[in-house]
């Protein structure tokens, strides 16, 4: 069927190729999904793409769980760059987290960020970059630069493998992803 | 202080040293946390260390969120294997999960683990070694076990970076963690 030909979404990363699963969300029409769990040939290519983009200057990178954390992990490895993380879930082990709520997000449903304190000690007085694996509306991206600003360090950017809508936010990426992909008829 | 001293908790992987973080669980004392999260460097390390400890005849590892998720990318990365990834949420994008009790536990909470249909496909007829950063009672490691053999594929070892406590799984480790470490009196 053409229809399904016309449907697919490829991405081509570092000479890494893959066709992206098309999820169903609602009645609204089928959204393209970037998995980089499970995948470490695409992870390590993203990140050999992204190296270069990595903005002069940058001390620290800030991500958040789950799907660019081996991502993140890839390219701390490959900058030398230390990296931190922040949870969707307070762990037990937590000290003096800092909290940060994101608002919004696609479905509209609110979701709560935690830091672990000596984490965001390490993001004192640093220049970060705050990396994740797609950034659509930029809410998430906007809610890391707050964790930044509450640590006591400086927003030095915006870097996502995928940009999958339009953010305000002045975001370096590699690729364009479709928001929505419309069902065949 | 020398129970200052005598309470370090130390590790070496590798050459990659670090002392651990001490958490206090409940009224019981300190147990000795391991962060591969945000440290490159020592999930690498302890990836290499792993390599050739994966047993002969391996064709996929199946880890679980979220501490061992860099350690089992880089041990996909470096082995060429494949793996997969359960979850402890459900995903809105899962298409037939499996879903698998994790019983018990430390703390006595039940635990749920989703594995994406698509996933658990991929382990169908495979040789699949289960990778965790920890092991203590080993239930978690059972519970993925039981994931592999409801995929269709067979459990074919268990990996761990550390030890830390009994287990009556035949498991394969780095080293060994104490369980508790006592508060200084």
């Not at 393209?32 to 499970?38: A, I, Q, T």
């Not at 991502?71 to 987290?97: C, F, I, N, W």
């Not at 935690?114 to 950034?135: F, M, N, T, Y």
Request: glycine share 8%.
């Amino acid at each position: 069927m053409t229809s399904a030909k016309k449907d697919n979404v490829e991405i081509s990363v570092g000479g890494v190729t893959r066709q992206l699963t098309l999820v169903p969300v609602g009645q609204m029409g089928l959204v393209p999904l970037v998995e980089f769990l499970g995948d470490s040939q695409l992870t390590k290519a993203a990140a050999q793409a992204m190296l270069p983009l990595i903005p002069e200057g940058t001390e620290a990178l800030l991500t958040v769980v789950t799907n660019a954390l081996p991502l993140a992990h890839e390219l701390s490895d490959l900058s030398g760059l230390p990296y931190e993380v922040a949870r969707k879930k307070r762990r037990t082990y937590m000290q003096r987290p800092l909290i940060q709520e994101v608002p919004g997000l696609t479905l509209g449903v609110s979701e709560t960020l935690w830091l672990d304190g000596p984490h965001a000690e390490r993001l004192s007085g640093k220049k970060v970059l705050i990396v994740q694996d797609v950034i659509a509306s930029g809410a998430m991206a906007a809610a890391l630069a707050r964790l930044v600003e509450r640590s006591g360090g400086t927003v030095h950017g915006y870097l996502a493998a995928f940009k999958q809508g339009d953010t305000a936010l002045p975001i370096i990426y590699l690729q364009e992803l479709p928001k929505w992909v419309s069902p065949p008829a």
